[in-house]
């Protein structure tokens, strides 16, 4: 009999339905049986991509005696981190706080009030490799709970107090400047990883956000070892088994430091973060490889996590059928030398080893390898390489795909929206733009309501019940601003005031910091606040970028002076930190370039307007905005007052309050953009 998660609209609370564990969603009422009944809570938080979680579900929480014994003593309430990532963020920090380390599934033991006492992730069915079975660790805080109560409320009470006691001591304290961007580049080089490309050691993350830094970096400045970085790690990851060779796309990270092995999810933030990264190497190198693998991630994102309702789905699971009936990590992604040759035939699998660095004892594991592409295609071979992908493409396609989450999470299709639109502009790909377009009508038809407000998540054309937080007003209104400059449709701005005015009203606190929820949210034992960048832009820093780009547009004074109060961490973690404020250092940079204000002014068929819209577009200057339409054109702030110049198309620029003389030739532009 399905439990209280069967009318959820997570995917990932709608896998533990049928547990025979008696779960809760997180809601009041969960707090108040605890109460009643005198027993602790028990918090599991996870996410349907997660490999571990899946495990933990199979092992425990579909087990009939281990439900028995937390359905006896506990109240069992599940979260999934992606619908809610404020109580993730609040429970995770004391997890890392109490054991030095974190992860999901995230397993934690609440008082019926809320407070954490006892702490860990993945606990297996017995006891292995030094942990305590999962059935251990119930009787344990179960005979805590009856026998040591006094105990247990005051590492409670401890606890949230500590947490409470954390602030911030780094806003209000002027902005970055030079110094720190000097600083942040020279901490990025330390930490580069030269021979391989990426930062640090294994486990190697996608550093999306520090090459965006770093290539706003050389923009502004003219520093060949900022691109270099960006370059030689965008070739890496391309060329290594994070990247999948023959669909496009990213998975979340490489568990070896050569981006050879994948843990095999893949994200939609990771893949509109890095197209959007490869987009940009393009416009300041020009690289056949960076065109042609933000195209492809591109393309990968519709035609693998684009929903029937037009957004975009939030993951692809790590784990498929192998064929056998038993759900294997990578199953779906990676190949023997037998499996080759059954899909082509002996002759292409061999030149498909080589290709592909395919070898008999295998890269991953049972033999089998991670797609590679060591090098390029000679011109001899690159006919029969494009046959041998299109077959191997069309084998995989009888494989049984990974699950996917269908949840639409409105900030990751912000990313989402952003990435298609720039990719589709600069490339000509207009089909791209129309997808940005559809992502973008959902949110505002499904997600914001008539206020402003936005909520979280949506599934199959319903909205989720849960409020919208910081990073969600911040990557819409980034996604919302890109599709304004893409589209020349000025109301794409105006969305993105309205949310980025909630902004200003119930996010921000004294001295420029933000909360990653609003004044009016619900009250967890911690108000989450977290400036640095992990997998995504905090929503600290996105909301930085997006109240600069708003202000460049309208000349706003409140959103200017908001988006500089926001940058005081990035003065203070800068030069400390850069790998976690890469999105934070990004906007900086946009701030000391100005950010440029371009205006284009034309009619759309004109030649020279076009080519002058299409050179504004494909300038690689930090954070610039764009406005292009017609001289009498309402749409834009930035279009006011703009005429023609002797009856030609004309491009206006301005930066610091200061405007150069309009240009009508598209090669003028290009140099004052530089």
Known sequence: MPNRLAQATSPYLLQ???????????SPEAFEEARRRDVPVLLSVGYSSCHWCHVMAHESFEDEATAVLLNEHFVAVKVDREERPDIDAVYMEAVQAATGQGGWPMTVFLTPDAAPFYFGTYFPPEPRHGMPSFPEVLEGVRTAWTERRGEVAEVADRIVKDLAGRSLAVVGDGLPGEEELAAALLG???????????????????????????????????????????????????????????????ARYAVDRAWVVPHFEKMLYDNALLCRVYAHLWKATGSDLARRVALETADFMVRELRTPEGGFASALDADSDDGTGKHVEGAYYAWTPAQLEEALGAEDAALAATHYGVTEEGTFEHGASVLQLPQEAGPADAGRIASIRTRLHAARERRERPGRDDKVVAAWNGLAIAALAETGALFDRPDLVERATEAADLLVRLHLDDGGRLARTSKDGRAGGHAGVLEDYADVAEGFLALAAVTGEGAWLDFAGLLLDHVLDRFTGEGGALYDTAHDAETLIRRPQDPTDNATPSGWTAAAGALLSYAAHTGSEAHRTAAEGALGVVKALGPRAPRFIGWGLAVAEALLDGPREIAVVGHAADPVYQELRRTALRAATPGAVLAAGAPDSEEFPLLRDRPLVAGSAAAYVCRHFTCDAPVTDPEALARTLR
């Open 16 to 26: 533990h339905a049928d547990n025979p564990v008696d779960w809760w969603p997180w």
């Open 188 to 250: 990025l080089t330390r930490d580069y990883d030269a021979a391989r490309g990426g930062f640090g050691g294994a486990p190697k993350f996608p550093p999306s956000m520090a090459l965006e830094f770093l290539l706003r970096h050389h923009a502004r400045t003219g520093a060949e070892g900022a691109l270099q970085m960006a370059a030689d790690t965008c070739e890496a990851m391309a060329r290594g088994g994070i990247y999948d060779q023959l669909g496009g796309g990213f």
